[in-house]
């Protein structure tokens, strides 16, 4: 059996917030609005991977994040060809990072910082 990645879905306090930090910060392309069952959503092409966003449905509870790490949704990964400059790009937006750009003792440079709703994605350029 091979398996690939078909989609990655996050939930959203703030759709419109979430579109347009995959579409105008990250340079993703808005496909559609649509709805996931009974709560509204949207599909984005990140670099050709789907990204699915939805709101919160009626009565569900959405406990946001942790103060310690949890078993399940850890970050998404991110290949940048400059790591150096979408850092820069991207504290002056005003995002925090919560790890500097760093480089691995592979050549990997890497940094995380946290998007909306404090999801975490860890930026990556391979070596430099």
């Known amino acids: 059996m091979t398996y690939k990645l078909h989609h990655f879905h996050l939930v959203c306090s703030d759709l419109d917030q979430m579109i347009h930090f995959f579409t105008k910060t990250l340079q993703g392309k808005f496909i559609a609005f649509r709805k996931f069952g009974t709560s509204n959503g949207a599909c984005i092409d990140l670099g050709g991977a789907p990204i699915?966003?939805?709101?919160?449905?009626?009565?569900?509870?959405i406990t946001g994040d942790s103060p310690?790490?949890?078993?399940?949704?850890?970050?998404?990964?991110?290949?940048v060809e400059d790591l150096d400059a979408a850092y820069a790009e991207l504290t002056a937006q005003g995002f925090v990072f919560t790890t500097l750009p760093t480089v691995t003792p592979t050549?990997?440079?890497?940094?995380?910082?946290?998007?909306?709703?404090?999801?975490?994605?860890e930026l990556v350029q391979e070596k430099c």
């Open 68 to 79: 310690r790490p949890t078993y399940g949704y850890n970050h998404l990964g991110l290949a």
């Open 107 to 121: 050549g990997v440079k890497m940094a995380f910082f946290q998007g909306p709703d404090k999801i975490v994605i």
């Open 52 to 61: 699915y966003l939805r709101c919160a449905r009626e009565g569900e509870e």
